[in-house]
């Protein structure tokens, strides 16, 4: 599986031209064996032109990098939130229903 997962990374970082790879993610926590693999892989792949880089807190990394990648889909403003956008005017305001109108 760790090689697979270099050679994915690896063929994705030739298409893009970048000659440093960065592993994230909780799947590395502790895992001396797939720290190993994955640095021979891509070394191996790349012959010797690319390399595998890791980060110390990868949990953090990886949930960060998640959280704008889903705000990037969205299209969520990531702006000063002391700036005010202008007001669309198909914007209307939510009705609050706190439960059934009573008859009468």
């Known amino acids: 599986v760790t090689n697979n997962i270099a050679q994915v990374a690896y063929l994705n970082a030739k298409q893009h031209a970048t000659p440093r790879i960065y592993f994230i993610g909780n799947f590395l926590r502790q895992n001396v064996v797939s720290f190993q693999r994955l640095s021979y892989a891509i070394d191996y792949w790349s012959g010797s032109r690319m390399e595998a880089l890791f980060l110390e807190h990868e ?24 700036e005010k956008p202008e007001k669309d005017e198909t914007e209307r305001p939510l009705e609050v229903v706190a439960g059934p109108k009573p008859s009468g």
């Open 59 to 82: 949990g953090y990394f990886g949930a960060l990098g998640a959280f704008v990648l889903s705000n990037q889909q969205t299209g969520a403003q990531t702006s000063n939130p002391a």
